[in-house]
């Protein structure tokens, strides 16, 4: 288990990740009204998932194959309450129960037929599923802002290592040189990372998705109302991230002020 530092500023708590826990797989602005994206994570048992979210903003997670022939249904589209496939276009609805086959419009379909269904919970802007419908929700709470995701080629334990070596900009690019960043927070899920200066303090919550052995998901979060240039800073920073990440092993932190970015 990973050690709690601190717990307040960022409301974590222990929670177990993987088979009976919370996994992040998304963050809320990433999948719109209407949106289908495919999720895997490297759990017990490896889950590829299709997530999506209906008309009205519910979201819903299945296993991606469909019941019928199992064609992935993240390449299905949603039809109001219900996501379609693409193949052969039987529609089910968010409890994974089969609402209409066009082959055969004027039947019921049986209650037999159904796909298999996760629970999902939207919650401080990220979207999570669990597997164990005993475990409650405990999740981290930041009231921040979605800043983007990031598959990097590395394992989150090397990660959450090097997370602890970089340095952040605090603000717009190229103007000053990233600041060192400490983690104040950290669960099994997720991460806080902060640095402060006289001039400035910026937060990120860092939630970690494991896809598959040696390949995890970040997905990133700030403080809320940052200056657009700070965001497209912030974004820059987590490519380099994962650039030095997955080509050094270790962070680049030397600033080259003529060029306004860090340096190998
Ligand atoms: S495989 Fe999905 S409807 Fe036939």
Known sequence: MYGLLK??????????????????????????????????????????????????????????????????????????????????GWQYG????????????????????????????????????????????DLPTFGGQGLRSLSVNRDEADLRKLLAETCIPLSGAGETAPAEASIIAENQTSLVLESTTEA??????????????????????????LPVDLRISLSRWAERFRWSAENMGTMVNSWDASAGEMRP
Not at 8 to 19: F, I, K, P, R, V
Not at 24 to 37: K, N, T, Y
Not at 57 to 82: I, K, T, W, Y
Not at 106 to 134: F, H, K
């Open 94 to 137: 968010e409890d994974g129960a089969c609402r209409h086959i066009p082959a055969h419009p004027d039947m019921t379909p049986p209650a037999s037929i159904g796909a298999n269904t996760y629970l999902c919970r939207e919650y401080d802007g990220v979207i999570w599923i669990s597997q164990n419908a005993d475990n409650p929700p």
């Open 200 to 225: 400035a303090s910026l937060q990120l919550m860092i939630h970690f998705q494991k896809v598959t052995p040696g390949k995890t998901m970040l997905h990133i979060q700030t403080n809320p109302d």
């Open 7 to 88: 717990l307040m500023n960022a409301g974590l708590t222990e929670n177990d990740q993987g088979s009976d826990g919370w996994v992040p797989v998304v963050l809320s602005a990433d999948l719109p009204v209407a949106g289908v994206m495919r999720a895997q994570i490297d759990a017990t048992q490896p889950l590829d998932l299709v997530v999506w979210r209906s008309r009205s903003g519910q979201v819903s997670a299945f296993d991606n194959r469909c019941p019928h022939r199992g064609m992935r249904l993240s390449f299905g589209f949603v039809r109001g309450e219900r996501l379609s496939c693409i193949y052969h």
